[in-house]
């Protein structure tokens, strides 16, 4: 046993220490929300631990950081909405300036939202075709005689989509159409709500740490098909609503940081999460205080399970020896 042991901590300390496919640092796509910021954090960390790599950061809004893609002033955009960029993206990839890497995560959702005590208590609401017999439960305290539904913030293009959904739910009668300022100002009415214990049905998105900290039921709607969507986003009076549809949310290269860099766009290709994980790694930092940094520091730690299956033995080796988590 001690001559396997030693053997084995021999092995770790004869591993060469990796040599980075690029002579400079490899630069991530900043942009400005947060489970961005954890997943970059996630990839610089096991780019520079196991792949022995520089990385960097250029922060910034999402047109002109998809255009620093396309241009090769970045390298790497870990969260790619193609349904919210078509414009930009399609014309990257038709000029073969970016590649699709692979999917992070295939289940980002939307809809309306009620807390779980609340269908506990009214276990018959569980769709939004039964809101209307509901309204009372959600009473607007400015117009009592009507529920009040959280939309999404104004401006936004679900708050647009929203107000036709409740135009053609018929709900436009029973409820108000309560529209938040901001999105901060959204998720203070929604924690003041639980934290309260009471009654409230609002939209909301995943993943973020709002849902990653609590327990919502998302209401059934119709489900999604193209030919409805498209009228409910475009004709206020379009007369069918159909629930959103789930999202695929990529991880983008400029192309030829793919092609130079052949181990770490493998690994990219790898690399898969879901909604859930990421929405209770926000909600951690939310209540933990903690940066994207630490945050990722405590996701490798404890789900080795799921982020070994991103890379081969060696780089994980470096990874579970930098963690802490292997002999040095």
Not at 20 to 45: I, K, Q, T, Y
Not at 151 to 172: F, H, M, P, Q
Not at 262 to 277: C, E, G, M, N, Q
Request: net charge negative; charged share 20%.
């Amino acid at each position: 046993m001690k001559m396997f042991a030693a053997a084995t901590i021999a092995a770790v300390l004869a591993m060469p220490a990796a040599a980075c496919e690029l002579d400079r640092p490899v630069v991530f796509a900043g942009l400005d929300w947060d489970s961005v910021a954890f997943h970059n954090a996630v990839a610089r960390r096991i780019i520079e631990d196991g792949f022995g790599c520089k990385t960097d950061v250029i922060p910034g809004s999402t047109i002109p950081l998809l255009q620093g893609l396309a241009q090769g002033d970045i390298d790497i955009a870990m969260e790619v909405w193609k349904d919210a960029v078509t414009d930009v993206w399609q014309r990257a990839l038709a000029r073969g300036q970016v590649v699709e890497i692979g999917i992070n995560f295939p289940d980002a959702v939307q809809g309306w939202y009620v807390p779980r005590y609340v269908v506990e208590a009214s276990p018959d609401l569980k769709s939004v075709a039964d809101l209307a017999r509901h309204a009372a439960l959600f009473r607007d305290p400015e117009e009592p005689s009507k529920g009040r539904f959280y939309n999404c913030v104004a401006g936004w293009s679900c708050e647009i989509v929203n107000t036709n959904k409740l135009r053609a739910y018929v709900l436009d009668k029973t409820f108000t159409n309560f529209r938040p300022g901001t999105g901060a100002a959204l998720a203070a009415a929604v924690t003041g709500a639980v934290r309260r214990r009471e009654p409230i049905i609002f939209y909301y998105w995943s993943p973020t740490w709002l849902l990653g900290a609590h327990d919502f039921v998302r209401l059934d709607e119709p489900a999604w098909n193209q030919a409805d969507w498209t009228g409910l986003a475009t004709d206020p009076a379009y007369p069918r609503a159909v629930a959103y549809p789930t999202v695929e949310v990529w991880i983008g290269a400029n192309a030829d940081f793919a092609a130079q860099a052949p181990a770490i766009s493998k690994f990219l290709s790898a690399y898969r999460t879901d909604a859930h994980v990421i929405a209770r790694a926000l909600a951690h930092m939310r209540e933990t205080g903690a940066d994207a940094t630490a945050e990722a520091q405590r996701f490798l730690a404890e789900s080795p399970s799921l982020w070994r299956s991103w890379l081969d033995d060696d780089a994980a080796a470096r990874i579970e020896r930098s963690l802490g988590t292997k002999p040095p």
